[in-house]
């Protein structure tokens, strides 16, 4: 299993900006796992973000936030990052980063390790 720990999450007001982290530690090279980011909020079903292969080359999102976040990798800092711009109230959530042996997937359970989520909270 892949150790993540997601940071960056806080309070921002609607329009703003976030850029969330996503470091694997210990002796876990996220090099060999696709990556995806996911969120959750309260009353809600744990939702699919925005995912990215080994490589950083093919990246996708979910409708929602298309054209908004960019998803992005940096294999030799062992990090994974979530560029959230022009925020809505409706993005509040907790966000979580997850690692799959496989590319291109965007299930929970397709994904076998995560971290322990960061808060994210837009204000109206």
């Known amino acids: 299993q892949v150790q993540l720990v997601e940071s960056g999450g806080g309070l921002v007001q609607a329009g703003g900006s976030l850029r969330l982290s996503c470091a694997a530690s210990?002796?876990?090279?996220?090099?060999?796992?696709?990556m995806g980011w996911f969120r959750q909020a309260p009353g809600k079903e744990r939702e699919f973000v925005a995912g990215?292969?080994?490589?950083?080359?093919?990246?996708y999102y979910a409708d929602s936030v298309e054209g908004r976040f960019t998803i992005s990798r940096s294999n030799g800092k062992n990090t994974v990052y979530l560029q959230m711009n022009s925020l809505k109230p409706e993005d509040t959530a907790v966000y979580y980063c997850?690692?799959?042996?496989?590319?291109?997937?965007?299930?929970?359970?397709?994904?076998?390790?995560w971290g322990q989520g960061t808060q994210v909270t837009v204000s109206s």
């Open positions: 990215i292969s080994w490589s950083g080359r093919s990246t």
């Open positions: 997850a690692a799959d042996r496989s590319p291109g997937r965007d299930r929970p359970t397709d994904f076998g390790s």
């Open positions: 210990g002796r876990t090279f996220i090099s060999n796992y696709a």
